[in-house]
Structures are given as structure tokens and as C-alpha cells.
């Protein structure tokens, strides 16, 4: 809802800054930047500048204390302070390209393509950490249209969690062989930043902050507990 009225706004109004925006009842703040990002995510609006994306790349937990300025200004001035954590820059409609062109179930199908490549095997709980510029129900049925084609499987591939799953048919073939193997000890280090880093939401146990100096140790592909500090003992 708040792409659609900043899409609008820019559409009729041109470059406007986040507080042009939010003077003109695009939303809440929190329903503006998601609605700046999505319209980012599919190539259609870009800002002047390189720190509303700095901003949004800073882990959230460091957002907050960004500026050591800002914290002071919020003390004293309260909620007014918050917009120095707010999109910056001017925010303006790209130029027609042949990709504002290509159909929404189009650029769902390749969101569905991509996330596969990435896990093998991709259901709801999979992609909570991924930015996706497409609602779940269109994945769904992007996924639905890949497997009537039969480039994708549909079926129950993971335990312990509902709704649709769908999988590369090399990834069924590999976890097929994975099970049939006796326990190896393999051990296999994966940055806390990969996309790999599914503790917490696939798995038992806090999730580890995707901070480039963290990682995930598996042992035969099973997550060994970390420490409190998102490392493991064994470092």
C-alpha cells in the first residue's frame, strides 16, 4: 500500500525527499522506508545519494546508535530525532527501461529462481531473512507454475514445517544420498553473514547476528551451538 502512494507521489510530483513523503501521508515512517525499498527492489525508483543504503546495509541493533549526535538530539527532542535514522536523500522514478516492462509473475519466477539456487530447497520459514521485493503469495504460485512445467518439486522436504516446500530436483537427488550416509565428522565453517546461516530459524537456539567476524560450524550438516558472543568454543 505505501509503494503504491509513493509511486504515485512520485509519479505526479517528481524527486521528493523522505519528508516530502511523509507530509504527504505515504505512511507510517516504518511503512515508508519498506515501501522506498520495494519500489528499490524492482528497479523503479533510485535516491541521489549512497547513505540511505549504507543505512539500510548497517546491522539493526547498530542503527540505532548510529550517531553518538543523534542520541543526544533524541534525549532532548524526543521522536524528531529519529528521522536522522530515516531514508536521506532525494528520491526520484528511474527512466523507463525495458524491465518496468516485464510482467510481475515474470519477476516472481525469477525471485522463485534465485531463491532456489541459493537453499536447494525453499519453503515460508526459509527466506524471514531475505529482502524480497515479492509477497510470499506470489512466490508461491511462481513456484507453482515452475513445477507445472517441471523444472521444480513440489513436496514435503523438510520436517517440522508447514505450508508449501518446493526443491531443485539435484537438491532431492543430494538430500537422498545424505541420508543414506553413515556420520563423517565433516566439518564445514559458513560466515555468519552467508545466506547459510539459518540458526535460530530452521534450527534450535538464538540466531547468530549476520556480522562478517561471527560463523556457523555444522558438523554432518548440524549446527553446533555457539557461543554467547555468536562464535564457537572451539575458536
Do not use: C
Not at 81 to 98: E, I, K, Q, V, Y
Amino acid at each position: 500500500e505505501a509503494a503504491r502512494k509513493i509511486l504515485a507521489l512520485l509519479e505526479s510530483q517528481g524527486a521528493l525527499f523522505y519528508g516530502d513523503l511523509e507530509n504527504a501521508n505515504a505512511g507510517l515512517p516504518t511503512q515508508i522506508e519498506d515501501g522506498l525499498w520495494e519500489l528499490v527492489s524492482l528497479g523503479i525508483v533510485s535516491a541521489d545519494s549512497f547513505q540511505a543504503l549504507r543505512e539500510r546495509m548497517r546491522p539493526s541493533s547498530r542503527r540505532r546508535r548510529r550517531r553518538p549526535g543523534a542520541s543526544r538530539f533524541r534525549s532532548r527532542f524526543g521522536i524528531a530525532a529519529s528521522r536522522a535514522l530515516l531514508p536521506s536523500g532525494r528520491w526520484t522514478l528511474l527512466p523507463a527501461s525495458p524491465w518496468q516492462e516485464v510482467k510481475r509473475d515474470e519477476i516472481a519466477e525469477a525471485w522463485a529462481g534465485q531463491l532456489l539456487e541459493r537453499y536447494g530447497v525453499v519453503f515460508r520459514d526459509v527466506v524471514q531473512r531475505e529482502r524480497v521485493g515479492i509477497p510470499w503469495r506470489e512466490l508461491l504460485q511462481a513456484f507453482r507454475r515452475m513445477e507445472a512445467r517441471g523444472t521444480t518439486r513440489g513436496g514435503r522436504f523438510v520436517t517440522g514445517y508447514y505450508g508449501e516446500q518446493y526443491a531443485k530436483p539435484e537438491a532431492v537427488d543430494a538430500i537422498r544420498r545424505v541420508r543414506k550416509q553413515e556420520p563423517q565428522g565433516e566439518r564445514v565453517r559458513v560466515s555468519a553473514v552467508d545466506p547459510l546461516n539459518l540458526v535460530g530459524i530452521l534450527t534450535e537456539g538464538a540466531r547468530i547476528p549476520s556480522i562478517h567476524t561471527n560463523h556457523v560450524l555444522f558438523v554432518d550438516g548440524q549446527a553446533e551451538l555457539p557461543s554467547a558472543a555468536g562464535r564457537h568454543a572451539d575458536d
